[in-house]
């Protein structure tokens, strides 16, 4: 599976959108773009994922470049709730059992 | 939704003792997975298993063995817990129709006295 890089922290204003970039060069044609967060203390939780075209869903979108070489998460309106450590994983839907490398994520920081 | 479950959220345990972590999906996934958490490291997976009596090792299955004699439960055995088992443990499911995207339970955290 691919490589991602993340900036190892953000900070964002209650009520303002996140952008969360996610360097993934080395992305191959069938590897699909994962995100998911870690909330402190819990389990990680899916948010959304995207091959190539733009995705949304009541959580998040998910703005894909046209090269697929990077990609954004966007929280548009973020809250108290939504400060965790977001993971970006890009995988190939063919890699045996499914299994997940997370690498070290953004700690989002939102703050009143 | 999908429901993860795991037996307990804190656990403490001492050095040379069996622990067993269970954990249960309400889903009907074919796959299962358990992974241990530890601060700079990440999330490294321990085995998984792709359907009943069936496992295979992950990243770093040395100390533990699983158990998966029912579709919806997937146990984690360690045969004699050591201190640098001390951990949070984290179990998740998929399904092949799915898209393979993983849902987690909400951990257990291990400490091994």
């Known amino acids: 599976d691919a490589k991602t890089t993340q900036p190892p922290s953000m900070d964002c204003a209650e009520g303002r959108a996140a952008n969360l970039p996610c360097n993934h060069s080395?992305?191959?044609?069938?590897?699909?773009v994962y995100w998911y967060r870690q909330i402190h203390s819990q389990g990680p939780q899916y948010i959304i994922h995207g091959l190539k075209n733009n995705e949304t869903n009541e959580m998040a979108s998910l703005i894909i470049t046209e090269d697929r070489k990077s990609s954004t998460l966007i929280l548009p309106h973020a809250t108290l709730r939504d400060t965790a450590v977001y993971y970006c994983?890009?995988?190939?839907?063919?890699?045996?059992?499914?299994?997940?490398?997370f690498g070290k994520g953004t700690m989002l920081l939102v703050s009143p | 939704d999908v429901k993860v479950t795991q037996s307990s959220r804190y656990l403490v345990k001492r050095t040379g003792e069996k622990v067993f972590l269970e954990c249960v999906q309400d889903?009907?996934?074919?796959?299962m997975f358990w992974y241990r958490q530890d601060p700079g490291l990440g999330l490294r997976l321990i085995y998984f298993s792709y359907d009943v009596k069936m496992k295979e090792k992950g990243d770093i299955p040395e100390g533990y063995s699983v158990s998966r004699e029912k579709k919806e439960r997937f146990s984690l055995i360690l045969e004699s817990a050591s201190t640098n088992q001390t951990s949070m443990y984290l179990c998740?499911?998929?399904?092949?129709?799915?898209?393979?995207?993983?849902?987690f339970g909400p951990g257990t955290r291990l400490t091994v006295l």
């Open positions: 080395t992305i191959s044609g069938n590897e699909y």
């Open positions: 998740a499911s998929s399904s092949i129709t799915g898209g393979y995207t993983q849902y």
């Open positions: 994983i890009v995988r190939s839907m063919n890699s045996g059992y499914s299994t997940l490398t």
């Open positions: 889903m009907d996934h074919e796959n």
